[in-house]
């Protein structure tokens, strides 16, 4: 297995995707550089190298956001330990794409994990089969839960008439 390839062709995309699923980029770009480690010090065998990066990446996110829900529970049952700091400031000039981009994850946001992991799988192109492989069902069914999925997005996406 070469990973310098693997990672030429697929960092790019699962970078965009983990992105769009954290909305951080210092997250995604972590979770990344945690999948390509595992890749390199346990590579996966019998499984394409695509669909087990993206499936590890996930799972790294989801960990990591169990472990900050753990924290942040600990913190909110103790006034004593949460850290202090300055109040982030306000952001005083949104462009329109930027508040668009916010609705976007938002909308996102809403969605039940499942879905939101298989829309961005397959803006990120993955086929029926990786992304049933992914999420453990069946590729005949990953038509219906992307349309349904799709359905709760724009249901979820309130526009105005600037951005028609």
Do not use: C
Request: no cysteine; proline share 5%; glycine share 6%.
């Amino acid at each position: 297995m070469d990973a310098a390839r693997l990672f030429e062709e697929h960092h790019p995309a699962l970078f965009r995707y983990l992105v769009r699923l954290t909305g951080d980029a210092d997250l995604a770009h972590d979770a990344a550089q945690e999948a390509f480690v595992r890749l390199i010090s346990k590579p996966p065998r019998d499984v394409q190298p695509r669909a087990w990066l993206f499936t590890v990446a996930t799972n790294v996110v989801r960990a990591w956001a169990n472990s900050r829900k753990r924290r942040l529970r600990l913190l909110e049952s103790s006034a004593a330990r949460a850290p202090s700091g300055d109040a982030p400031l306000a952001p005083d000039d949104f462009t329109a794409a930027r508040e668009l981009g916010g609705r976007v994850r938002d909308a996102l946001a809403a969605l039940n994990e499942k879905e939101r992991t298989i829309l961005l799988m397959r803006e990120e192109g993955f086929t029926h089969r990786e992304i049933a492989d992914a999420i453990g069902t069946t590729t005949g069914s990953i038509g219906t839960m992307i349309a349904r999925a799709l359905d709760k997005l724009a249901a979820g996406l309130p526009l105005d008439a600037e951005t028609v």
